[in-house]
């Protein structure tokens, strides 16, 4: 395994933290029930009274001054219990979260729920199927934690021209899917992250990434970032791993 001060993928989770960003709050009540959520995610959260229907309510995101976007309470049972749907259902249930989730692209978060974190990434893979072709990889702490994702990854791969990289230690042997490329992380490189990398088809736009480490057992601290240099350095460095795995 790769020592502690060597890690490119910690390097790169550091450089993809950006500013503080505000996430406020609009109602008639303090929306008590959305800390658990919220508090994963290293914002300056804030409430502000407002005369209206509890579910008239809304919470905005800030960058300083600059508005970024809100959700509306319509969709905070959403943000409480997040599903994690597919990749490819982007309405309804799943929009809301993975809202959020762009909204505090930059963020560092810590999260010890693995379908929190699973509907996190969601945000990521979402952003591959809508554009359809491009490079998408993403590592597991073992080939056998691919297994309940193995449906997932057949129906991105059979149904877009994504090209798709999973990597993993090898306690299990994946089917073989079309359109899917297993590296085997014999050396432990890259099995204390979990890391979803989507090289946009060489559109900055659609550039994105989850960078997670596993710094406690069951609990990961990471960040989902938008900055294409930093996305195209996930990617570079996950293409050197894969080009040097058996």
């Known amino acids: 395994m790769v020592a502690d001060d060597e890690s490119p993928l910690r390097a790169l989770r550091e450089r993809a933290t950006g500013p503080p960003k505000t996430v406020t709050t609009f109602g008639p009540e303090p929306y008590d029930d959305l800390r658990p959520v919220l508090d994963r995610f290293d914002a300056d959260l804030r409430h502000e009274s407002l005369p209206v ?9 800030r960058r300083g001054e ?17 599903s994690a749907g597919a990749p490819w ?6 929009a809301a979260y993975r809202e959020l989730v762009g909204l505090l692209s930059g963020t560092s978060f810590e999260m010890d729920d693995r379908g929190r974190l699973v509907a996190t990434a969601r945000e990521v893979e979402d952003r591959a199927w809508r554009t359809g072709r491009g490079a998408l990889y993403v590592t597991f702490q073992s080939l056998s934690a691919f297994r309940a994702q193995v449906p997932v990854y057949e129906q991105l791969a059979g149904t877009t021209d994504l090209a798709v990289t999973v990597f993993g230690e090898p306690d299990w042997e994946p089917p073989a899917v079309d359109g899917v490329a297993v590296h085997r992380d014999e050396t432990g490189e890259v099995s ?5 990398a989507f090289d946009g088809d060489g559109d900055d736009g659609a550039k994105s990434a989850l960078i997670a480490e596993e710094e406690r057992p069951g609990t990961y601290a990471g960040v989902v970032t938008y900055d294409p240099a930093v996305v195209d350095e996930v990617t570079a460095y996950l293409d050197g791993v894969a080009a040097s795995a058996p």
């Not at 229907?53 to 995101?61: A, D, F, I």
């Not at 204390?192 to 979803?196: A, K, R």
């Open 53 to 61: 229907p509890e579910e008239s309510g809304y919470l905005v995101v």
């Open 89 to 94: 259902d982007a309405t309804g249930e799943a």
């Open 66 to 82: 600059e508005y970024l976007g809100a959700v509306s309470a319509a969709a905070f049972d959403e943000l409480r219990d997040p």
């Open 192 to 196: 204390d992250f979990w890391v979803v």
